[in-house]
């Protein structure tokens, strides 16, 4: 009898063995097969993920003869390299179309350029102490004591997100990102919509908005020893436009002083090298 249980207890565990092994094995078949419906030909239109890669020559002369385009040049964070001069090295990376799109022609420099570095680690960019707040808020109060005087910073609908307090020598400075438009359309004011980035002085009780269009403010950082900004743009030009890595984005320079933006890369650079990564020859 304990020999015909030993048995039928042997036949049980490998009667599971097997069914947990043929249920491995269908897993792994179709991961086997997403992973080759994921793949991708341009010219049979099937699909491929290509992360921050060059497309091949062959495949770029045929979208170059059917004037469409798969990638598009991103700029990224700007790295300080040289801390004496101030001397920032900017990494060119590409962002790739879910499908090609159409190249318009006669639009250079119209914005693919970009930036991004959320704070990396504490280096000195001319304040000497920084402060995060975590949360969403619908306004800020700055309260002085002293002065027993209350300033209330906004007097609008508003959220914001991202507040950073910045100690320089001669001023504070409280930096965040606002939400204050319903741009997406889904009966809501938050950060699923277009942001931008305000700058506000507890010396001067100035507040300062940056802004570009309908570009959506994503990051920034501080030029070294100064109160200027390095801001990065999502490009608004391609909100419906399904990408397989991150969408395109571009830098500009936010000049304190003067309260002025200007482009980092210059409409030259772009479009060289726009056309260095879609195969198209360069002057």
């Known amino acids: 009898m304990k020999i015909e249980k030993i048995k039928n207890f042997n036949q049980v565990i490998l009667a599971i063995a097997g069914v947990l092994g043929l249920i491995l094995l269908l897993i792994f078949i179709i991961m086997a097969v997403s992973e080759l419906f994921r793949t991708w030909d341009i010219g049979s239109g099937k699909n491929k993920t290509i992360t921050n890669s060059l497309i091949s020559d ?3 002369e045929k979208l170059n003869q059917e004037n469409q385009r798969l990638q598009i040049v991103s700029y990224e964070s700007p790295i300080l390299i040289d801390t004496a001069n101030v001397v920032y090295l ?8 879910d499908k090609p ?11 693919l350029m970009a930036l991004y570095d959320p704070f990396s680690s504490m280096r000195k960019r001319g304040y000497y102490k920084e402060n995060y707040f975590e949360g969403l808020f619908a306004n800020l109060i700055v309260y002085k004591p002293i002065e027993n005087k209350n300033v209330l910073l906004f007097n609008e609908r508003i959220m914001l997100s991202g507040l ?6 001669d001023d504070i400075l409280l930096v965040f990102f606002t939400a204050e438009k319903d741009t997406n359309k889904d009966g809501f004011i938050n950060f699923d919509d277009d942001k931008n980035l305000c700058i506000y002085s507890i010396k001067t009780e100035k507040m300062r908005r940056i802004a570009e269009g309908t570009n959506s403010i994503t990051d920034y950082q ?9 801001v990065e743009f999502s490009l608004s030009q391609y909100n419906d436009v399904k990408f397989k890595s991150y969408k395109p984005s ?6 304190f002083e003067t309260d002025k933006l200007s482009d980092v890369v210059p409409a030259q650079i772009q479009q060289q090298m726009q056309n260095l990564v879609e195969g198209k020859k360069t002057q």
Do not use: A, Q, R, W
Not at 90 to 97: G, N
Not at 101 to 111: K, L, P
Not at 222 to 230: C, G, Q, R
Not at 250 to 255: A, L, Q
């Open 222 to 230: 501080f030029v070294e020893n100064s109160k200027d900004l390095l």
């Open 90 to 97: 900017i990494p060119v990376s590409v962002s790739t179309l």
């Open 58 to 60: 062959e495949k770029i």
């Open 101 to 111: 799109e159409t190249v318009v022609e006669g639009i250079e420099g119209s914005g």
């Open 250 to 255: 571009k830098i500009m320079k936010y000049e």
């Open 164 to 169: 950073h307090t910045y100690t320089f020598k």
